[in-house]
């Protein structure tokens, strides 16, 4: 028999009792246990501007709900962008100026959503999201420059430029014309989308996503192209372990303007998820791009969103916070803020 002084086993009875009682109070999953606090993926829209006009995935996640329940979300994105002509001759180091012909897109942009969705069925899930796209001159060039310059990241040409203003030129080789040189508030399309998760256990979920943009955007106010898209794709929710959760998607979308390439959306994320009220998030957004013949704009976005999810304990309130940018193809937003809040309403056979 192995002794153990008397101190010792006091100190593991009290551990002991503080694990259980932080994990009754805050939700702390254990080893072993069949709970699911999964929350993700992270859900959003793309608002890169070749993206945007069009409809991407908004990372729906694949898992089933409750019959007749009812969820809304509001949320609020905040975009801060510029790109300059790289083989445009740049003013000497130092001289700030504004020759819009080195300019393709410098501006900023607040993006308001809402969206609603119902399940008629337990593994049938109909949505509807739509949006309020205000693109503005902005406040945040300096901020950002200076992050950039403490940390010593690149600044992507803003140091050669006045601090905001707002103009878009970008090149389509033929495709639709993306250009703005005003503020400018429109609404954006409507997005349509239905999800039928046909196989689900415990730990795997899978699911179908059918979508249509219904074209209420304005191509001259860059929030839609004045033609509907569609989309189809398949997700997938895998909870791995009891604090763990990895998430794929892939589908495609066809845009019906014919100037448009049909583009892949794509999906890798991972979930940390120990607690009931808070998960942390890792996501990878890859989508190709429906310009074609552009050396910049036809190559695909890679965008890499970091946030997390909370929760109430009941999972009627939840909120959500990310931030995006694109560090690999450089082919997303500078930088990207999203905050979201939802509530899910339950049948009142379940209240």
Known sequence: MIFTPPAFRKQCLIALCMLLCVQS????????????????????????????IHYNFPSLPARSGEQ???????????????RYVEHNPLPPDG????????VERDYES????????????????????????????????????????????????????????LYINIPTNGGLP???????????????????????????????????????GRLDTLSGTGYPDVGFGLLSDIRAWWFLSF????????????????????LAGVEIHPWNVFSFNLQMNIKTSPISGSAFYSRPQTNLLIGFTARTK??????????????????????????????????????
């Open 25 to 52: 109070g805050f939700g702390i999953d254990l080893p072993g246990s069949q709970r699911d606090y999964a929350k993700g993926p992270l859900f959003g829209k793309n608002l890169y501007i070749p993206y945007l």
């Open 68 to 82: 007749y329940d009812l969820r809304y979300h509001i949320s609020t994105y905040f975009v801060q962008d510029i």
């Open 95 to 102: 001289v700030r100026t504004y020759d819009k012909a080195n």
């Open 110 to 165: 607040t993006v308001v959503e809402a969206g609603v969705s119902f399940n008629p069925l337990q593994k049938l899930q109909v949505g509807l999201d739509m949006r309020l796209i205000a693109y503005y001159a902005g406040f945040g060039d300096p901020v950002v420059e200076g992050f950039h310059r403490t940390f010593h990241f690149p600044n992507g040409g803003r140091e050669y430029f006045l601090h905001n203003q």
């Open 178 to 216: 993306l250009f703005l040189d005003e503020n400018t508030v429109s609404f954006g399309d409507i997005d349509l989308w239905s999800k039928m998760t046909f196989f689900e256990i415990p730990r795997l979920s899978l699911a179908f996503l059918g979508a249509f943009k219904v074209p209420t």
């Open 247 to 266: 998430y794929a998607q892939a589908g495609v979308v066809l845009p019906l303007d014919l100037k448009s390439n049909p583009m892949f959306n794509g």
């Open 314 to 351: 009941n999972r009627d309130f939840n909120w959500q916070f990310y931030f995006e940018e694109d560090p690999f193809t450089n082919q997303g937003t500078d930088i990207t803020f999203n905050l979201m809040f939802s509530h899910t309403l339950h049948a009142a056979s379940r209240q």
